[in-house]
């Protein structure tokens, strides 16, 4: 089993829809969790971190559940500009540093 | 202006050579990284070090090597035993060794060997 898996998509979601989507983890010990976006060709961007308690940024908003090991996030009233492929990253040490992505889901945003 | 910087951001290298990816930062970051991606897939792990003069190995290490002599560089070498190495390479660094933070990246090397 993979640490951090995704649904690769695509999610074709029309314009002004809500999506959600998944990430699930294998180390229930895993610390930190995070959302970033990729567009074609460029590097990841930080989208937002994920916290116990669930976090809202804009249209966005992201969920963790420990129990079932997974994240979520949700984007509601989805934009053209939303079209990406987001990737979970989760870090599985308790302390120090290896951030270990999923392979993405990607989502296109259709008028 | 903080940051991470790679260079180059095209490479083109023929077959057999080795060839060494730049990536400095100066956010005082600890932990440093180095992924291959390649096209419509994840990221993958190549080395990551969490601080000065210590790496380890990540999932696809093999053909590669890495140093980290000082906080702020962690160079990156495609050697010729790299079976497949035409990529797109990215650097990140991130926090510190006690502490969880999000990674930061740099713009990428898209390393082409013909």
């Known amino acids: 089993r993979k640490e951090v898996e995704q649904d690769p998509g695509p999610f074709n979601v029309p314009e002004g829809a809500t999506v959600a989507f998944n990430c699930t983890y294998s180390?229930?010990?895993?610390?930190?969790f995070f959302w970033y976006r990729q567009d074609c060709r460029k590097e990841p961007k930080l989208l937002m971190s994920?916290?116990?308690s669930g976090n809202e940024d804009g249209r966005f908003t992201a969920q963790l559940n420990r129990a079932s090991q997974y994240i979520s996030l949700l984007i509601r009233d989805s934009k053209l500009s939303d079209s990406a492929t987001y990737l979970c990253?989760?870090?599985?040490?308790?302390?120090?540093?290896?951030?270990?992505f999923g392979g993405g889901t990607r989502v296109l945003v259709k008028p | 202006d903080g940051g991470i910087t790679q260079s180059p951001k095209y490479l083109f290298r023929k077959e057999g050579q080795n060839v060494t990816l730049s990536c400095e930062q100066n956010?005082?970051?600890?932990?440093m990284y180095w992924y291959r991606q390649d096209p419509g897939q994840g990221l993958r792990l190549i080395y990551y070090?969490?601080?000065?003069?210590?790496?380890q190995k990540g999932d696809i290490a093999e053909g590669y090597s890495v140093s980290r002599e000082k906080k702020e560089s962690f160079p990156l070498t495609v050697t010729s035993a790299q079976k497949n190495p035409t990529a797109f390479y990215l650097c990140?660094?991130?926090?510190?060794?006690?502490?969880?933070?999000?990674?930061?990246f740099g713009q990428g090397t898209r390393l082409t060997v013909v």
């Open positions: 990253v989760v870090n599985p040490k308790a302390a120090g540093n290896k951030l270990t």
């Open positions: 990140a660094s991130s926090g510190t060794v006690l502490m969880n933070t999000e990674a930061f």
């Open positions: 180390n229930s010990a895993s610390q930190s």
């Open positions: 956010l005082n970051h600890d932990a």
């Open positions: 070090s969490q601080i000065v003069n210590d790496f």
């Open positions: 994920v916290y116990s």
